[in-house]
């Protein structure tokens, strides 16, 4: 890969921790069980996908246990031999890791076990962000948030963080964590992208009040932003949106997006997938937002997305276009504090 851009640099959370804006998703490596529609790249193909993140700038890598049944983490922490210290590494526990009853969840019991199986799996002794996946609707919050205290205080893990949490369980985890003096989840790890801006009703001003970093998940809705999807087509054989229609999005919304996107494209000479990354980073809300890619061609084209830098008019016609319909209190709070805004 040549002509790398530079690549930008944001404060996770409230931590003094520097990662990239962009991360390196792992969910692809393995292809084993259920997550075989996702991707299946052999350790070879993951070596070479790290190695090129690394090169392009990358500093920060995502995955989960359950990824491919802990594949992905296997495959990650052989990639990452000799190359740990230098890379900023997340992993997550909640999602199912066997049959026995108790082998899910975020009880004390499950996350005890789960992160030392994480640490042998990634060949490291510490995890840098370690997430839960969602929330355990059977586990007290403040039994989760003190085991994951005493991994902090343990040195096996430096930081933590969710995922998938409404805005209301994680302002009741905030919380606890601040009110018994706990380690207190650092970053949010949401669904987000020019399609499906909903995390920006409630999440993003909970995020933005409390200092609570925003991580990024399938930042193109799965493929249907890259721009190989459209009215007239399905996109190409083998992607994964045909396959695997997830994450859920309104496909004349999202198609409606896309037509500008391409405009704005076109503009930049650049892709309509550096487009769907660029207005992300745009987004204030925003530390960092987590691309897969199953081939290195996708990789460097994403790699690139930093030196597209919108213009506020282009900003605004990808605004109007995919900006959220107005909802109650939304539009009584923005009506009644119109009056409060400083010159």
Known sequence: MTDTPTMGYRVLGRTGLLVSELCLGAMTFGGKGFWEVIGRQTQDEVNNLVAQALAGGINFIDTANAYSEGESERLLGEALRGKRHDTVLATKVFLRMGQGVNQIGLSRGHIMQAVEDSLRRLQTDYIDLYQIHGFDILTPLDETLRALDDLVHSGKVRYIGC????????????????????????????????????????????????????????????????????????????ARRTTFDFPPVNRERAYNVVDVMREVAQEHDASVAQIALAWLLHQPAVTSVIIGAKRLDQLEDNLRTPTVKLTAEQLARLDEVSKLPNEYPGWMLQRQGAGRMLP
């Open 163 to 238: 995922c998938n949490l409404a805005a209301w369980q994680l302002m009741k985890a905030l919380g606890i964590s601040d009110k018994h003096g706990l380690a207190r989840f650092e970053t949010a790890q949401m669904y987000y992208t020019i399609a499906g801006r909903d995390v920006e009703r409630e999440v993003i001003p909970l995020l933005r009040d409390q200092q609570v970093g925003l991580l990024v998940w399938s930042p193109l809705a799965g493929g249907l932003l890259s721009g190989k999807f459209g009215r007239d087509t399905d996109g190409p054989e083998g």
